[in-house]
C-alpha cells in the first residue's frame, strides 16, 4: 500500500527510485534484512516493468501496426 500511495506523487517519474525506498523500509521497519528487502524490491520492480514491457511487445507484433 505504502507503494502505491509513493507512486502517486510526482517526485519521480512512476515513482521510480522513490518506491523502491519505500519497499525496502516498510520491510526492513517490520524486521525482514536490508538486503532481502532490497532483492524483494528490485524483484518487484523488475517483473512489474519488464512484464509490462513484454506483453506490450507481443501485442503490438500481433496487432499489425507499424
Do not use: N, Q
Not at 518487484?44 to 513484454?54: E, N
Request: glycine share 16%; aromatic share 8%.
Amino acid at each position: 500500500m505504502s507503494a502505491a500511495l509513493v507512486s502517486a506523487l510526482p517526485i519521480t517519474p512512476g515513482g521510480l527510485g522513490a518506491v523502491e525506498f519505500t519497499i525496502v523500509g516498510v520491510f526492513v521497519l517490520v524486521g525482514v534484512d536490508a538486503g532481502v528487502a532490497a532483492g524483494i524490491a528490485i524483484l518487484d520492480r523488475a517483473i512489474s516493468y519488464w512484464g509490462l514491457m513484454a506483453v506490450g511487445a507481443v501485442a503490438y507484433m500481433v496487432s499489425g501496426r507499424k
